[in-house]
């Protein structure tokens, strides 16, 4: 390097060396903004393309599914590519888990999803003294036959996993010890979290990389009491309060910046019940462009 060069390159690192934290750090951003398409789910049943497009024409480039109504998995990935739109996730039941997991990992090969999830564990198996343990065998086993298959398997929670059982232990640090973490991820919903009186920051730091996809949705309010602090919450309670990202009281910006540390890959905007679906998922990509952390 000649003298001169030397000399332009040391001050140039002198002065941005000198420049603000906040203007010398550079931003982050929400990337990849997916959808939940649970979300689209009542217009969807009676439109399945035509929703796939709307999704599409509202910026959204990947989408996770929930159902696929009464399309085959070809059909699927047909309207999939029609609308110029990736899956690399689908929800699966917890019968499904357990008693067909095989057809739902050749389906997830036609229609291209990368990740299996299960979203829900019925209350019959939780209210059960060893539901909890029986559930993380189960998930186990099925992350194995997965993994084989060439797909991760992981888990969603919800608020119930917050309510301590009766040894004071939260069901949701229950499966993530018991899971392999090799072969159970989880996909952390967000506001879930929020709503059953936990941080989902203590979780990224005792768990960093267990996160490759997480659910992002916003609340106006927070019940009160928390489930953590012993509350039982019903469906419509706790969906009562749910809004557009950014329009609640969540802060997204904390949450994010601490998104590496979580290992997250996917982001998946949803709102249970929203009034207009398209106007929902339109508003909170919106927020969630603009947002840098």
């Keep these: 390097m000649s003298r001169r060069a030397f000399i332009e390159s ?18 982050h951003r929400v990337s990849p903004i997916g959808l939940q398409l649970y979300t689209v789910r009542k217009i969807m049943k009676a439109d399945f393309s035509g929703t ?5 024409a509202a910026g959204y480039k990947e989408v996770e599914f929930g159902d696929y109504f009464t399309l085959s998995p070809k059909e699927v990935r047909a309207a999939l590519d029609q609308a110029g739109l990736v899956s690399p996730s689908k929800h699966v039941d917890y019968r499904t888990v357990t008693n067909s997991f095989l057809r739902a990992v050749d389906a997830a090969h036609v229609v291209g999803h990368k990740f299996l999830v299960n979203p829900w564990i019925d209350e019959s ?8 343990k029986q559930a993380a065998e189960a998930f186990n086993r099925a992350g194995e036959t997965a993994r084989k298959g060439g797909i991760q398997f992981a888990y969603h929670n919800h608020w119930f ?12 640090d229950l499966l993530l010890k018991a899971c392999d973490p090799h072969l159970v991820a989880m996909e952390m919903d967000l506001c879930w979290v929020n709503v059953g009186g936990s941080d989902p920051i203590k979780y990224f730091n005792r768990y960093p990389g267990r996160f490759p996809m997480v659910h992002v949705k916003d609340v106006t309010k927070f019940p009160s009491p928390r489930p953590i602090e012993g509350a039982v919450l019903t469906v419509p309670q706790a969906v009562a309060d749910m809004t557009e990202v ?13 998104s590496g540390k ?17 106007a929902s998922i339109t508003k909170s990509r919106q927020y969630l462009t603009t947002l840098r952390f």
Excluded: C
Aim: avoid cysteine.
């Design 246 to 258: 950014g329009s609640g009281i969540i802060d997204w910006k904390h949450i994010f910046a601490n």
């Design 262 to 278: 979580a290992g997250i890959q996917h982001y998946f905007v949803e709102n249970d019940e929203p009034t207009d679906a398209i």
């Design 52 to 56: 796939l497009a709307k999704v599409a």
């Design 161 to 172: 996993e917050f309510k301590p059982m009766r040894d004071g232990t939260l069901p949701y």
């Design 125 to 132: 198996i939780r209210e059960h003294p060893d539901g909890w």
């Design 10 to 27: 040391s001050v140039a690192a002198a002065v941005i060396s000198s420049l603000p934290s906040a203007l010398a750090r550079p931003e």
